[in-house]
């Protein structure tokens, strides 16, 4: 049966398992580029650094993605929904996605499947962004109500 409080736990808990399997990925990365590229493939046109530069950053921002995702599931269970610092929870979560964005299309050109990656990361950044604008009205007209007696 549907609960509100364990619906709010599950995604928390998926929120911290996503930031534990970036961090793991983190320390991982230098073997999975390795893997990646193969054994014997020299950096000649410099894509093993892109490629690094590239998941680093992601990470990074992945990560930063993930604190701000728990900041706004705790403001939940708090019953603060419709507050302005969710509205700005959303907006660098969108910026977040967009920065992933701009990092796989750099990459793209060394490896082009990345354009498809920087294109998925890019649509769901716009996503992100059409839930803030709503977002941002439902807490307007909170505000409203909230002055009209």
Known sequence: MYDKYKSTIVSIAATFLFAALVTVACFLLPFLVKLYLGEAYTDAAGIRTALYICLYFSAASSLLLSYLLLRILFNIRKAVVFARENVRYVRYISWC???I???FFALGFF???SFVISFAAAFIGLIVRVVKN???EAVDIKE???LTI
Do not use: H, R, V
């Open 97 to 99: 996605c967009f920065a």
């Open 144 to 146: 409203e109500n909230d």
């Open 111 to 113: 490896i082009p499947f």
């Open 101 to 103: 964005s701009a990092a």
């Open 134 to 136: 709503l977002l941002n």
